[in-house]
């Protein structure tokens, strides 16, 4: 079985933890300084392992394999939030790359070809997910041109500043790259909760992300009586209990729905709010309760504006993003490589955050691992996992690595 | 009888509305750039007057009559809410202006004192009622240390960048100063719904302001599931449902209270809230249904933080402000004003919203007159009131002042 290298990995994830290290977190937001100065050392590292790396033309880390193919391409991102964690993302690309190494060390796999990418921007400095959009062949120059960070800066003069922007771009090699592997960090408290190191991904869940505007009449908060109120907040209020209600009873125990922020107009305590804004998301692995929940809101909406003095409005924030299913006979690879190294250690379980992994499954055969979160924190400074998990992790992830380049040559 | 100008009277009404103009209303913030261009200009125009006027050391603008006393004071506030009107408070400060120069102008009350207020910061944007509290001599130094306004600039920085820290304070003069005058819009619509032209105020109800902080813990919100949730915005949701059934078991028809303002912490979709405040505030006429429900709220946090993972503190924002009586003799002299100049016209009421005649009460006899507010809405750029009643509103506190003058003189 291939074997890899504990020590290297370690290394490695904390060599590429000092690019951005903020205490026990990471700041090291997409093509920032210490982001590009993290790009050439990974690009490096890939070059040391025998692989052809380069960084693309959008920021993209990826090292081909100098094997033919078939090739599985392992991947993920080592872009942070603005208060990241050291592992999100960053895992799954050193991962890959002590994957490719341990192969290439290894006689029954030397011949196997492994490509390794960290996809720029996973985060959304600038776009989110744009490195693997751009790889699958969307077309992004519009965003490139578009997209700003916080600060204003396009990313099209920082791709130029950063001698990027007149580079090829990596794209999906058809025929030759016929599998995807990401490993990643839980970001949840499931696996740790139920005592498991290993999580097989089923599905990336989708969402919806919603705004509901409630219009009332904005008042003196002493002179209105309560009888004659046209309270938008406390209108909001209601509407969330009604709606809690009616997601409860669609809800399996993956459903979630997070009101994340409130605001009212205008704002001051001797106001009765005149307006309200609730900024709501929900996920689901099924594509068919989104639906009806989706109606079910809508539905709500209906009865609210029958019933009220109140008036509330429904307004999409961004596309929704459907769930995506990741490739059965890969995870299965996964599975048995779990049972192989850690026996009865492992489940099936979706993912309740968005990965590149949900872009790359629209070119080819896509699949996931998780390994445990301490806590289940993520996007935290404090975020974590343990030693043993992440080794274990590695191995589980080069045994399956392995067993899928086998097979998939066997074809 | 002493006679008001009525163009110069709305002439220097809309002149003040020009400072901070935004639609039909103003924004206005005290201490802000164009508060204090405003204070100038008020300054300006009482010193024009025959007043000695100043802006004091907390921003007050004080116009002290040069005329021996006994001296009534006139006054009310020139600072608005975040989205104010372009006659709460500033109505009365010009009132205050036309009624020296009118009483000036008449050789039968040419001799009388009248002093004219603008007090600082009403509205709170700092700390509400400011002026007054400190023209009444309480210690306010430990506020003006403390106290931000919402964008967190410090009131001591603020006052020290105006060059007004060092300045002396407008204090209450013993002896001299016998009797406050406050006219004011209404802010409600009794008069409007009754036909009356005229409100002589009997009581301003009493009110408290609270703030409730939730903590929970922030998490991812796709991978963090509702069971294992500590969400601070939906445990503040939940308890304000309960907070509405216990009130409304003990409140009569004047009794209300508001939720003026949420904020969710860190306020992103994609993230489960791990703290939220909301701001309460409630008014009643009787101090015995205050206290209850100050009682009833204490309950509700004790029995929250005894059933829940979420934790509720339950902290004061300002001092309780108990219900205050207008002096009844002062009173009389508005009523016969009010049925000389509008016979049958007016009638007697609470004042469901504070002002600084609660404050001003406590050194000297006080009063207020109200006139009607249009569709009774007021803290909204909407707020209006019928020019015919802005003018008859100034004659009647005229004649007021007038008659209450030569009453305390005569003594």
Known sequence: MVKIDPDRLIADLKWLRSFGATGPGVVRLSLSPVDLAAREWLAGRMNEAGLDARIDGVGTVFGRSRNSGPALVIGSHTDTQPTGGWLDGAMGVIYGLEIARALGENDATRHLAVDVASWIDEEGTFSGLLGSRSFVGEAVDATIRDATNRQGERLEDVL??????????????????????????EQGGRLEALGKS?????TIVGLRE????????????????????????????AFIARMNDAFKALADADTVWTVGRIDLDPGAMSVVPGAADMYLQFRDANPVRLQAMEQALAGLVRDFNAQRTVGVELQSID??????????????????????????????????????AQVIARCMPACMMFVPSIGGVSHDFIE????AHIVLGCQVAATAAASMLLALAGR
Chains 1, 2 share one sequence.
């Open 160 to 185: 130029k500043a950063a001698g990027l922007a007149d580079r090829p771009r990596a794209r999906f090699e058809a025929g030759r790259q016929v599998a995807y592997l990401e490993p990643h960090i």
């Open 384 to 387: 974590d996992t343990a030693e």
């Open 210 to 237: 919603l705004k509901l505007r409630f219009t009332g009449q904005r008042n003196h908060a002493g002179t209105t009586p309560m009888a004659i109120r046209r309270d938008a907040g406390a209108a909001l209020v």
């Open 319 to 356: 596309e929704p993003i459907e769930p995506v299913s990741m490739d059965a006979t890969l995870a299965e690879h996964i599975a048995r490589a779990a049972e192989a190294v850690a026996p009865g250690q492992w489940l099936h379980m979706p993912s309740g955050a968005a990965h590149d």
């Open 198 to 202: 290993i999580g097989v991904v089923t």
